[in-house]
């Protein structure tokens, strides 16, 4: 009982801190707030607007129609029409397109004499994976531009051809915006947690008030608990209010359970809460916290299969990954949001937070109690 | 006299500044050791292009055709297949994620070649990550072309394409992510350190009390100011000059600029976040708040919002408006060109220029915001 009344006064404490200051308060649900929106927004590897240049040497209507297809495609923007082969190099150079289309001068003769033609393309290598996509967009286009050519009588008709058919699971229109989103709320959730948690212990050594706790009747385990309870709570709002966003704002489909979603949730929170924990104890100062923190959060989110995938990762570097605890929570909320998983269907994909947390919080103990005297 | 009066000031509060750096290891941490395992994460671990991909492959049909088709996607690297037996099992490989696609030649494959002229091949991806989804679509539309080719080749007439596509790529000719990436990495790094390490530093002598003991001293505003910003600049270029040589030595990434454009645009943007990060704890005072505030305002922008990972010119406008704000969209631009093109002043003239001008703004609001009153 008497444990029970000292841990609630510990946490009255915690949350009087951080409700108390009112730029704290803000700080704890406002810029999470405006950040999931903005990223939310900027996080998309869907190509829009690609700004490109053309030199056609040709003039021709067949020049033409093709160029047509090209502007009608609807995510390619015309910026200019070049006049010679000199402006090529300078367009490309100063970025003022990513792609240059040259017709040479034979394009129509030649299809008409019923030769091969050829269309050169010039992409800006700069962006890589902007190059690709655009390049393979450019790509179906010149094959619809060869069906057009068969049907307008132009061309005999293509022999054994091999015509793709392309389906995408879970995400027929292959929106990345919620391949991102959907994990989001995760990432952003985490930061909040982590830079939470370690910064109170560290703020009490530094003020040296955190000798002022060690002196009253609380047990080492007892401040723990007492310091994790507001990261885990406030981590758990922040994360629930994330992922109502991405369902009601972005329109991001939810095909899983509430149950699976907050369990998991739930889980690595506390798991981040551990390694906040342990980040502080080993910290004396805000700046070291601070830092301490982001020693592990870059890693972690960088490796966590957010932006970049897992797979590509070499061997060794995916066996590592095994202990991230942000890997764990990124392929749950996806399979969670996207693919519909329920509790039973997504526990393979979380039970090693448990473990990870189960190691992180009893290291934050034993280090809380070995520095504390 | 005054000149010698600044001298003697600014060697006492350099001293000062370079014990308390020296002192507080995790300064040092960040800036070098840092930047050394996010170089490793980023260089080996980011990697957008699709290589090896699992593919689940389904060839209904035994003949010669289908046979050639199988072994070309067998052959080449772009893919791993595992050859399945069965739609169902194909399904449940996608489902487990243990492939990302499936590809299907069905049983009257060559029937339909040779009556119809065209035999579709079916390919189910994953959507789940609509990048690589989009990636594998056009790697395997590759390879029909090259089948494609190669029969036209071989003297097939009737396999001819009227129009095809010949397609070059400028100065990342190999297409590699890492050389976009890395460059984007060591804009990362100096924001890491220009804002956050500065972040805390006015307001952690507010809070300890220490300025109140500066402010008695002879030191102006300006000194302190400067003795802030020294040091860190200081680390600033040297965890930048790090990563540069780790990148272009370790990670193969070209470098076609010159050193000193590097060195001009670099200090530009470190001056530019060390003045954010100065002006946020200047002006809060709390580091509680101003960590935050940093990471939220400083750190998280600049790796959403500056083109580092995340195309701008894809996004909606309302975001390429606010990413102008953003001082590591413009660096972000600068190294991607130092990098992989070189010199180009027409782009480099104008985006160093946005960043003098943040760095002379955000400076001078520090000074301001740095009074040597109690009250503030």
Redesign the interface.
Known sequence: MAVLQRIMALVAKEFLLILK?K??RF?IIG??L??FF??G???????????YAIHDQSRSSLSRQ?LAKVQGNGIFRLTEELLSQEQIAET????DARLIIHVGADFEER?QRGE??????????????????A??Y???I??S??ED??RQG???????????????????N???R??IVSALGGIISM?VVM?LTS?SVA?ER??GTFDQLLVAPFTPGEILIGKSLPGIVFGLMDALIFAAGAVLWFHVPFRGTLAALVVALLLFIVTMVGVGLLVSSL?T????G???S??FI??AV??SGL???V????HW?QQA?LVNPVRYIIVAL?TIF??GADLPAVWPHIWPLLLIASVTLTLAAWLFRARSV | MTNGLFFMRMRGILRKEFLQILR?P??I??AV??PL??LV??G????????HV?VALLAEEQSSFSAD?VSRFELSETFAVHRVHSMTEAEQL??SRRV?GIIRLQDNFTEK??TA???????????????????I??Y???V??Q??AM?RAAG??????????????????E???R??MVPGLITLIMT?IGI?LTA?VIA?EW??GTMEAMLVTPLRRIDILLGKIIPYYLLGMLGMAMSVAVAVTVFDVPYRGSITALFLLSSLFMLASLGFGLLLSAA?R????A???S???GF?PAF??SGL????????R??QV??HIVPARYFI?IS??LF??GD?W??LLPNGLVLALMAVFFLSMAYRKMSKRLEG
């Open positions: 200051d730029r704290s700080v810029p999470p405006i950040q903005v990223f927004y900027a996080a998309t590897y869907d190509l829009k607007d690609v700004r093709f490309i150079d100063r970025e299809l091969a033609a050829t269309i050169q393309v010039l992409a800006d290598g700069r962006n890589p994976n902007v190059a690709l996509i390049l393979g450019l790509g179906t010149v094959q531009f060869n050519l068969v132009l061309a005999p008709p293509g022999g054994p051809g091999l015509q793709l058919i392309d389906r995408a699971w879970f995400n027929d292959l929106q990345s919620w391949f930061v830079i910064l703020r530094e003020f910290s100062t805000m700046q070291q601070l830092l301490g982001f020693i870059m890693p960088t490796l932006a970049t995938p797979e590509n990762m070499p570097l990954d996806r996207l693919q | 507080d995790s300064s941490a960040l050791v840092m395992v996010l994460i980023f080996y671990g980011v990697n957008l292009d699709a290589e699992p088709l996608l489902e990302d070649l040779q002229g065209s035999a579709p091949v079916q390919l189910i991806v994953n959507g789940v990550d609509a990048n690589r989804a989009r990636l679509q056009s395997v539309a590759a029909l072309g089948w494609s029969r097939d007439p009737a396999a001819h394409a009227p129009v095809s596509l010949v397609s070059r790529v400028w100065f990342n000719e297409v590699e992510s050389n976009f890491l956050l805390l952690r809070e300890r809060i709390v580091q509680f708040v960590a935050q505030v990471i939220v305002a998280l959403f919002l990972i995340f195309d701008l010119e894809s996004t909606p309302f975001i606010v990413s631009t991607h060109t992989m093109a180009v027409s782009v």
